[in-house]
């Protein structure tokens, strides 16, 4: 199964924060460069949504609920995409997940657990 791989997830106090990474496949290095690559969550009981999103060259975007907050960068070389998470806050408890932007071309991975206490 050809999947991204996610990790860095945890479980931190308010206002704490958490790198996750994210790394392709080698079956699919070849065209990880020509994607907009993105950071996924869902939350228990919300459909997931998107957080931030990169390309391969350019500005990175967020959601309003992470902006100033998150940021998302990624190498190339080693066909990784980061999420870097300050002040993080309860309501940024969820699953993330990695896939490309906008559509969603790789199958979702089992995603990272991020918790964040009160």
């Known amino acids: 199964q050809v999947q991204l791989v996610e990790s860095g997830g945890g479980s931190v106090q308010t206002g704490g924060s958490l790198r996750l990474s994210c790394v392709a496949p080698?079956?699919?290095?070849?065209?990880?460069?020509?994607?907009?690559m993105g950071w996924y969550r869902q939350a228990p009981g919300k459909q997931r949504e998107l957080v931030a999103s990169v390309p391969y060259r350019g500005d990175p975007n967020y959601a309003d609920s992470v902006k100033g907050r998150f940021t998302i960068s990624r190498n190339n070389s080693r066909k990784t995409v980061f999420l870097q998470m300050n002040s993080l806050n309860p309501e940024d408890t969820a699953v993330y997940y990695c896939n490309t932007v906008p559509v969603s071309t790789y199958p979702w991975g089992q995603g990272t657990q991020v918790t964040v206490l009160s």
């Open positions: 080698r079956m699919i290095f070849s065209t990880f460069t020509s994607y907009v």
